[in-house]
């Protein structure tokens, strides 16, 4: 047979949820069935009668209520639920023992009766204290390996019965952990129930423990059995409190949803000496995963060093690596360069030549190495002032006068601008790297750059700098009280 409560889906929320409430209150107060029929009567601010009638499945065909609502109301959702109850009272007199029960699971399985084989673990949840610890776990175990085989429907509380099943087990933690893992293992469990008793367990702060380290053993000692687990349920429904170290750096690792609620920042473990290896791969598995997500404002600026404290020198490497993909600057390919001997750096830039094609740092790198390296001519009209700057000591010398030429002609430019860019102050730091100190004391006497580099503090700061090393401050009518006076504006 069928659940009255398969009927549901013929009201909207707000009937249901006032319907339900009546049920609490005791709002229903007779209930006659006669056969497919059924007579009843609900007590609000008046008094309503109704009547339905039902198939051999009970199916509602057809529904009636004296209220001014008549079809669909809230005195109607109200008998469902008493039928429900009382369907679940005569149940509750029926298997006795775990024989009863295993055969009565058996039949409603097989008569593929989702309502019968929920109502048998709601008795078996009652009456679980009573029977001997085997016999309980036996028909808990049958329970939560079959029942994502019928369709099961929300307002049937199945992930809300499993959970309560496997809680009041009469068993430790840790030997839930070994039930679970029986359960994922055994062969007669498909991929759909495991995924389904997953989604049952996930939520459950009680239990998310016991499943996660369940699921941790599995993927450790059957991988090719979790990834098929990983593939059939969205883990990004998994609530964040309840998801392990270890869990996190599976999902890293298989490259999974992450939880909704997720705030890495506080997963990222604190390294030190005593830091395990599962610990030290979540970091960096968290670092790579902010850099391939463009989140790099999120990683401490003390990354690298935290793992090459620990020995960690392929971690950092790696790390670099990512960082540099995803960020696509000069600075970065530095730092990653910075962790290869230099007779990895041309396979470095080898293996990186599919991507690095497509970076916009790529005319950047080719002048950053070109001095030791044989690479295509730069587009020098390409880089960036910050990247002539990175570049100013590592030139080679045929290429020089080029890019003197070029970044002239970029500050030029910039300095016709209404706005001046900020970061033409590392054109002027390249001028003076490459000793072109003709012009970049031409520069710094330009009026437009006297002017417009009060636009920006990062700007001013440099300029100034640069200004006192040349000696040109009575040269462009520096003076220290005014300088103070700006700043204080």
């Known amino acids: 047979m069928a659940s009255y409560l398969d009927n549901l ?50 199916k509602l065909l057809n529904a009636s209520c004296s209220c001014p609502c008549q079809f669909p109301c809230k005195h109607q959702v109200a008998v469902l639920y008493k039928l429900d109850e009382m369907d679940l009272e005569k149940l509750s007199d029926g298997p006795q023992n775990s024989e009863d029960f295993l055969a009565q699971f058996k039949a409603a399985l097989r008569n593929r009766d989702p309502a019968s084989f929920y109502r048998l673990g709601l008795v078996l949840l009652g009456k679980m204290m009573s029977f001997p610890v085997d016999d309980a776990r036996s028909l808990t175990a049958f329970f939560l390996g079959n029942f994502g085989l019928l369709s099961y429907s929300q307002h049937f509380g199945w992930n809300a019965l499993a959970e309560n099943l496997l809680f009041a087990l009469p068993l430790s933690d840790e030997d839930k952990v070994d039930f679970v893992y029986g359960l994922l ?37 059957k991988g090719y059995l979790a990834k098929v687990i990983l593939e059939r349920f969205s883990y990004h429904q998994w609530r964040c409190e309840n998801l392990s170290s270890m869990m996190l750096l599976i999902l890293f690792q298989e490259k999974c949803f992450l939880p909704n609620d997720i705030d890495l920042s506080e997963r990222l473990p604190r390294l030190n000496e005593n830091s395990s290896a599962e610990e030290i791969s979540l970091f ?17 600026a003390d990354a690298f060093a935290s793992l090459k404290r620990l020995g960690r020198d392929h971690e950092a490497q790696e790390l670099a690596r990512n960082i540099f993909l995803a960020q696509k600057s000069l600075r970065a390919y530095q730092v990653y360069r910075s962790y290869l001997k230099e007779d990895e750096v041309a396979d470095a830039v080898k293996n990186l030549e599919s991507p690095y094609e497509k970076l916009r740092c790529r005319d950047a790198i080719l002048l ?90 990062f700007l001013r700061g440099k300029y100034l700098l640069l200004l006192v090393e040349e000696g040109l401050e009575q040269a462009t009518g520096y003076s220290h009280y005014e300088e103070a006076k700006h700043v204080s504006q």
């Open 284 to 300: 960096s598995a968290i670092i790579a995963y902010w850099a391939d997500n463009h989140h790099l404002e999120k990683i401490p």
């Open 185 to 221: 293992t055994d062969p007669s469990t498909t991929p759909a129930e495991e995924g389904a008793m997953f989604e049952a367990f996930v939520d459950d702060s009680r239990l998310a423990k016991v499943y996660d380290a369940s699921f941790v053993r599995l993927y450790e000692k």
């Open 9 to 58: 889906n013929l009201y909207d929320s707000g009937t249901l949820s006032r319907g339900r409430a009546y049920y609490k209150n005791g709002a229903v107060q007779e209930v006659k069935i006669s056969g497919k029929d059924v007579d009843a009567v609900v007590v609000g601010s008046e008094r309503y009668e109704l009547h339905f009638h039902f198939d051999q499945n009970h």
């Open 368 to 457: 950053y190495e070109s001095s030791s390296l044989e690479l295509p001519r730069p587009k020098l009209a390409a880089l960036s002032f910050e990247d002539f700057d990175l570049c100013a000591e590592r030139l080679e010398p045929t290429l020089k006068n080029a890019v003197v030429e070029a970044l002239e002609k970029k500050l030029a430019t910039s300095l016709d601008l209404k706005r001046v860019d900020p970061d033409c102050a590392y054109g002027l730091l390249a001028l003076k790297k490459m000793a072109q100190d003709d012009l970049l004391r031409k520069y710094l006497v330009d009026p437009r750059l006297v002017e417009k580099s009060m636009s920006s503090a």
